[in-house]
């Protein structure tokens, strides 16, 4: 078993909480993606696990083992930093092979520790390079080692703190395909952090997203993706990211059908929400927006080409929004007036004050 489980999980540094209260269950064998922008606390929630934070308050537990107090050699994971350090002096293979090595239990033969050199450089496509030094390597191939040099040690647990952040954008998206393959191939739990939404949507079981050390929402990223629980997980997850508006919900029945009253007119609301609420914030991803609708009204500010896909870049009162179009439909002229259809089954809406999803 290699689950792993914050349970009220804080850590303070002096008068900084960077992790806050964390409660939460990594399955084992999953894909965990720790999500959120930068100083919410993920690298930090990755060295309590490694062993290399103490703990402030709570339990963390690995498998039934609560590890508030186990040493971080004694705890089966392994760790890829963003900042990967290979011995430069090292070949290939006895960088990948130094775990084995520096290791204070047993310390495995000659003769197996070559056969698990020569494992791991084969799932990572690394046996033709073994003889180079990592001076002789492409970036590429030397992210590949420091993930070659992780599974080695056959851990039950890999931890990955933003692997692939020092890599250009080509590249990453071909190691994240291999990670996914490594993952299933090793059957093993990875808890993997990200500020990278797109890296998160695309290779994760799960997504719990972080911010200022809180944890924000959990769940598969279809599921985070299509029912944010807030404000912060709305505008964090998505890109282009959802179009967002303070509106008023208009119940006089007098008015016709029920709807939310902004600035820029009006979006029909197909069922009432859950709330009393009079003021809201109604968010609408771009995909969910059709030029040429009645609903809305808004200025054209710029038209981006995709080749498969357009963005039109809209004033919409004091917000910029973002309407994706279709290649093949007529592009608006920048400067246009355009109005805007709203599929209201596809409105979100949040409480401005809690920032909460009101259902
Ligand atoms: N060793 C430390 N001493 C003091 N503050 C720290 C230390 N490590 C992290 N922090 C603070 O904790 C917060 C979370 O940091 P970190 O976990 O590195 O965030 P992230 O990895 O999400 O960017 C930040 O405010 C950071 O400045
Ligand atoms: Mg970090």
Redesign the pocket.
């Known amino acids: 078993m290699s689950s792993v489980s914050f349970d009220h999980v804080t850590k303070r540094?002096?008068d900084?909480t960077?992790v806050d209260d964390l409660t939460l269950e990594v399955a084992d064998r999953e894909f965990m993606v720790l999500l959120?922008p930068?100083?919410?606390?993920?690298?930090?929630?990755l060295r309590m696990i490694a062993g290399l934070e103490s703990v402030t308050e709570g339990e963390l537990r690995i498998g039934e083992r609560r590890v508030n107090d186990v040493d971080a050699r004694d705890r089966d994971i392994s760790m890829v930093f963003q900042s990967y350090a290979l011995y430069p002096h090292m070949t290939v293979r006895k960088n990948i092979e130094s775990p084995l090595v520096a290791t204070r239990h047993a310390r495995p033969a000659a003769a197996e520790r070559a056969a698990r050199v020569r494992e791991a450089a084969d799932v990572l496509d690394l046996a033709p390079y073994l003889d180079r030094k990592p001076g002789e390597l492409s970036g590429g191939q030397r992210q590949r080692v420091a993930l070659a040099r992780a599974i080695v040690r056959r851990p039950q647990v890999f931890l990955m703190d933003e692997p692939l952040s020092n890599l250009d954008a080509k590249l990453r998206t071909q190691t994240r395909l291999e990670l996914v393959e490594l993952w299933r191939r090793l059957e093993a739990t990875f808890i993997y952090?990200t500020h990278d939404q797109v890296e998160a949507m695309t290779m994760a079981s799960r997504i719990a997203v972080i911010a200022d050390?809180r944890l924000q929402q959990v769940g598969p990223p279809q599921a985070v993706y299509d029912r944010p629980a807030n404000l912060f997980v709305a505008g964090f997850i998505g890109s282009p990211p959802m179009n967002m508006i303070a509106g008023e919900v208009d119940r006089s029945p007098l008015a016709g059908p029920l709807r939310v009253r902004t600035a820029i007119g009006n979006i029909p609301l197909p069922t009432p929400p859950t709330t009393n609420l009079h003021s809201v914030v109604a968010g609408i991803r771009p995909e969910h927006l059709r030029l040429g609708g009645s609903d809305l009204s808004v200025e054209v500010l710029n038209v981006e080409q995709l080749g498969h896909e357009r963005h039109v870049i809209c004033r919409a009162g004091d917000a910029r929004w973002v309407v994706r179009q279709a290649a093949h439909e007529p592009a608006p002229a920048v400067g246009e007036r355009v109005g805007l259809g709203v599929d209201g089954a596809s409105l979100h809406l949040f409480d401005p004050t809690s920032t909460e999803r009101i259902a």
């Open positions: 540094f002096g900084t960077a959120g930068s100083g919410c606390g993920k690298t930090t929630a952090v050390g």
